[in-house]
């Protein structure tokens, strides 16, 4: 295909790649980063709205094509080094972020204390259960991928509605959670070759196994302080401060369960044998299956 003369000036990468930066039309907010090859940056030229590639899925996807928080583009620039665009847009919603925030910018490095910690400074504004189905966030995101999405992101997926959840058997949720599992041993294993600058996992293969180990512990850390402002929060003190709460705890857990299969995934082991050995424990007693180690 013979590239227009406006996308021949653009210095995509070895991948036919480059990064994108969504900023706010009116705050100048920075919003979210993703990727675009030529097809992407043309359609977004075309339709005025956000259209981005997704590595992982290697796919094109439109900005909220599920969850309906869509890109609306005024402004495309290109940088001195002709390899950054930058889009300034209307983000539908307000919401750009997939933990349900305006910006997947919300942490903020406190540098008052003894040692630097970031925190986090946004509140959620939806949460992502309302938003999203309970899929892969991290297929991009923490590209996570946090990118994920959540880390890591990775990309929009298809929403899950109140009156579907309300009718899932025990059995659906099963396989649902397994396929889940299953599919995050797949992009898992698949970070292992890939090259550390793709994406958020394959960077923490390439630091190795400490630094593995580490983000487990960080993300453990994380979630013990969730869970104490979650306890200190209440309905009465303010809901909307609750459900920040409650939402904020959510997300660490999920970074913690993620990022130990990270760990697993280093050793080959997929999440099946640990969903096998939850199952061997259950209808044990706990002292019994202790006493029998």
């Not at 869509?70 to 750009?96: E, K, M, S, W, Y």
């Not at 204390?113 to 999203?132: C, F, L, N, R």
Request: aromatic share 6%; with cysteine.
């Amino acid at each position: 295909m013979t590239l227009p003369a406006w996308l021949t000036a653009i210095n995509f990468n070895a991948d036919g790649l480059i990064p994108a930066i969504a900023q706010d039309q009116q705050s100048g907010r920075i919003l979210m980063m993703a990727w675009m090859n030529a097809e992407a940056l043309q359609l977004t030229a075309q339709t005025q709205t956000a259209v981005y590639f997704s590595r992982s899925r290697a796919k094109l996807w439109h900005k909220g094509e599920s969850s309906g928080h869509t890109q609306h583009v005024h402004d495309l620039r290109l940088d001195c080094d002709a390899d950054v665009i930058v889009l300034r847009v209307t983000q539908v919603g307000g919401i750009a972020c997939h933990t349900g925030r305006e910006s997947c910018f919300y942490q903020r490095l406190d540098v008052t204390g003894s040692e630097p910690t970031w925190q986090t400074v946004d509140k959620v504004i939806k949460d992502p259960a309302d938003i999203y189905s309970a899929k892969d966030h991290y297929s991009d995101k923490h590209s996570v991928d946090k990118s994920a999405n959540t880390s890591p992101q990775i990309a929009d997926t298809s929403p899950t509605s109140q009156a579907s959840v309300a009718i899932e058997t025990a059995s659906t949720a099963k396989n649902r959670a397994e396929s889940i599992l299953q599919q995050l041993d797949q992009v898992l294993a698949e970070r292992k070759h890939a090259d550390a600058d793709s994406s958020y996992v394959a960077s923490l293969y390439a630091r190795g196994l400490n630094k593995i180990l580490e983000k487990v512990g960080e993300e453990a850390t994380e979630s013990i302080i969730a869970a104490k402002d979650l306890a200190s929060s209440n309905e009465q003190t303010g809901k909307a401060q609750y459900d920040a709460a409650r939402n904020e705890l959510i997300y660490e857990v999920a970074d913690v369960w993620f990022h130990t299969l990270v760990g697993l995934a280093w050793f080959d082991i997929e999440s099946d044998t640990v969903l096998t050995e939850l199952g061997r424990r259950f209808g044990l007693s706990g002292i019994d299956e202790k006493a029998a180690r």
